[in-house]
Nanobody, 124 residues
Framework: QVQLVESGGGLVQAGGSLRLSCAAS????????MAWFRQAPGEEREFVAA????????YYADSVTGRFTISRDNAKNTVYLQMNSLKPEDTAVYYC?????????????????WGQGTEVTVSS
């Protein structure tokens, strides 16, 4: 079992940066694909970025490509999301998620473990 705790959210002006962290418990962290999702008020939860267990494959939603960077440190059981050039439309609760599967998966149902979320607000 994996437990996930996000941190690093907050209020930032448009054009600014934030770095989210997700600390995982459990000895099997390094075997999971880790991802970030986000959910804006009144919207469905959507995929943001994912990194496979070895960091061999990394993929992003089109809306964040070139602005966000996902990374992981298996020695620290932590995954990060560096968010640059933030826009008001990035405002959402950001969730860390873990899943174990082959290939590229971007669906909410593909990930079995979830954190409680951290709120990001980008002001214009």
């Amino acid at each position: 079992q994996v437990q996930l705790v996000e941190s690093g959210g907050g209020l930032v002006q448009a054009g600014g940066s934030l770095r989210l962290s997700c600390a995982a418990s459990g000895r099997t962290f390094s075997t999971y694909t880790m991802a970030w999702f986000r959910q804006a008020p009144g919207e469905e939860r959507e995929f943001v970025a994912a990194v496979t267990w070895s960091s061999e494959f990394i993929y992003y939603a089109d809306s964040v490509t070139g602005r966000f960077t996902i990374s992981r440190d298996n020695a620290k059981n932590t995954v990060y999301l560096q968010m640059n050039s933030l826009k008001p439309e990035d405002t959402a609760v950001y969730y860390c998620a873990a899943g174990r599967f082959m290939g590229k998966r971007v669906g909410v149902k593909d990930y079995v473990y979830w954190g409680q979320g951290t709120e990001v607000t980008v002001s214009s």
